[in-house]
């Protein structure tokens, strides 16, 4: 399988102000990771650990200090439409209804008006959303918001589909309920997903693949393949394998927890 | 269960909320209010202050309260303003005014806004021309009369240069403001789907100042009409600040008083106007 995404040796310091005085700050050094074409690779890590730094620097929304990012062996110089975001806060813009909100992306590529609502009707139809292209964000629950979020990132027909914490801010039933939406959208659609998440059993249920970043700088510290094979109709939750994965993730994540306590308490 | 059970059972269920409807999709039906009577209550009580005003107007002068040769009643005034609309006097001051105020306050608007938006890209640009910009914010336009007659004449240059000083700068700081405050996730956001800085800016960050500039707009909306009139009472041939100034000079006092009352309503109706404008512009924002 073809790399989607190639990350190599990726640094991205920034300047902090600390006293006035200004200092160097490196959020993610020494970063590699080769994403295979249609993986669904989910990042887990502590908060500050460079999760989002490292969607940004795919994103191009910001540019690495060292170090290279290929997407399908090209070279990332900036944001464009074969890569969209899924953010936490949804990013919708409020004067906008949601078919027009679908169609910001297609705007930017100069997509023509008809094609353009066609389009966007397509896709909040994929998130089912049908019937609520008319309504404006603040007429929708959080859920139908990121839902309309998710059918605008996919609609600009990315390569790779990045995503944030997206569903971190949603009550636990409707997180749910989305996170079997996405698997059945990435599934119909075969796109290579960057899911950034908080939550083990999100990365572990979402994933077929793990990576566990540590921080301070953020590096990618451990990978862990899901070779869960969910049955339909099935609680994957509950399968001993599930468990054993979660545990596996969870020590990942304890042993940076313990290194990090390990340094606060030499300094 | 009977069919007519369930009949009976339907009309005790609590309607779902508006807002739940919504969301489920349903169409939500306007309540409806009985027409006439309520409506004519409403109206009632919405101007009851003012026909108090009007009542206190009318029967101060007529029991003595109040000289009514300096204060006529309600009814006089009225009636000089029926003769002034008859007489086609009115017709002709309301319309040097508005025009006045109309062509500074699309001057400012047309000048303000892009320039606005043009300083408030930079946030350096912005915080370096801030503190002048205040300053001329906040020196009475009325100030610079004397100035404005003095580079530009009398005519009708300096009138609408000094309406056009007025307006511009609520309508230049709110624009700056506007632009300056815009949620920097949803400007990442649109980024991160190829926009370009232009379109950025016309499909962001413009659409996302608007209900910010029309704080400045509505401010020099009242801004425009309050410098007109205090320009034409010094030295004007028309309008109605002259009006208002003629009449007092030739003991018309009710003539005074109806000219008074027109600058009141064109007050309101300038407000009105860009009431609506702001609504038509911002119907996407949730009614509260």
């Keep these: 399988m073809t790399a989607a995404l190639d990350l190599e040796a990726v640094r991205k310091d920034f300047v902090v102000r ?21 993986q669904f690779l989910a990042v887990v890590g502590p908060s500050g650990c460079g999760k989002s730094t490292l969607l940004d620097l795919v994103a191009g929304l910001t540019t690495p200090t060292s170090g290279r990012i290929l997407l399908h062996g090209e070279p990332v110089t900036g944001p464009a439409t074969d890569r969209a975001v899924v953010f936490q806060q949804y990013a919708l813009l409020p004067w906008r209804t949601a078919r027009k909100n679908v169609e910001l992306g297609l705007e930017s590529v100069g997509v023509p008006r008809k094609q353009r609502a066609r389009l966007a009707d397509e896709h909040l139809d994929l998130v089912g959303l049908t019937g609520f292209a008319d309504r404006y964000p603040h007429e929708l629950s959080g859920g139908m918001k990121q839902r309309v979020a ?64 540590s921080p301070r700088p953020g590096r990618i510290s451990d990978l862990i393949d899901i070779d869960l094979d969910p049955v339909p109709g099935e609680d994957v939750r509950s399968d001993p394998a599930f468990g054993r994965l979660r545990h596996r993730v969870w020590s990942s994540l304890q042993q940076i927890e313990d290194r990090s306590e390990t340094e606060v308490a030499h300094v | 269960m009977s069919s007519s059970t369930l009949e009976k059972a339907a009309p005790t269920l609590d309607p779902a909320p508006e807002d739940y409807r919504r969301r489920a999709g349903l169409t939500v039906d306007e309540v409806q209010t009985p027409r006439f009577l309520p409506a004519l209550g409403r109206v009632l009580r ?59 306050l ?9 320039l606005g938006a043009l300083i ?12 002048v910009l205040e300053l001329f914010r906040n020196t009475a336009a009325l100030a610079l009369l004397p100035v404005f007659v003095l580079i530009l004449g009398i005519g009708e240059t300096s009138k609408i240069a000094l309406v056009v000083y007025a307006c511009f700068f609520p309508v230049l700081l709110s624009t700056i403001t506007g632009v300056r405050t815009v949620d920097p996730l949803l400007l990442k956001s649109a980024r991160s789907l190829g926009l370009r800085p232009l379109q950025l800016f016309t499909k962001v960050t413009l659409p996302a100042a608007v209900p910010t500039i ?33 009449a007092q000079q030739n003991f018309q006092i009710p003539a005074m008083y109806a000219g008074i009352i ?23 924002r949730p009614t509260s």
């Design chain 2, 106 to 114: 699309s001057i400012a608007l047309a000048t303000a806004i892009p």
């Design chain 2, 120 to 131: 408030g890209r930079s946030a350096s640009v912005a915080r370096f021309l801030n503190p």
């Design chain 2, 46 to 104: 919405g101007s009851a202050a003012i026909l108090a005003f009007a009542a206190l107007w009318e029967v101060a002068p007529r029991i003595g309260l109040v000289d009514a040769v300096f204060l006529p009643p309600l009814s006089t005034s009225l009636g000089a303003l029926a003769d002034l609309v008859s007489s086609g006097q009115l017709t002709e001051h309301l319309q040097a005014s508005l025009t006045r105020a109309l062509v500074g």
């Design chain 2, 262 to 284: 027109t600058i009141a309503l064109v007050g309101l109706a300038i407000n009105a106007v860009l009431l609506l404008a702001e609504r038509r512009l911002s119907r996407w």
């Design chain 2, 214 to 246: 029309f704080t400045g707009v509505r401010m020099a909306g009242a801004a425009s009409i309050l410098v007109l009139v205090a320009a034409e009472m010094v030295g004007a041939r028309a309008g109605l600040g002259y009006l208002v100034t003629a």
């Design chain 1, 150 to 213: 998710i059918a605008r990132a996919l609609a600009v027909d990315p390569r790779v589909l990045l995503m944030d914490e997206p569903f971190a801010a949603l009550d636990a039933q409707t997180r749910e309920s989305l996170q079997d939406e996405l698997l059945r959208i990435w599934r119909a659609t075969g796109k290579t997903v960057v899911f950034i998440t908080h939550g083990i059993d999100e990365a572990v249920y979402l994933g077929q693949r793990v990576a566990v970043m």
């Design chain 1, 18 to 38: 600390d006293n006035g005085r200004s200092a160097r700050f490196t959020a993610v050094q020494d970063l590699d990771l080769s994403v295979p074409d249609g």
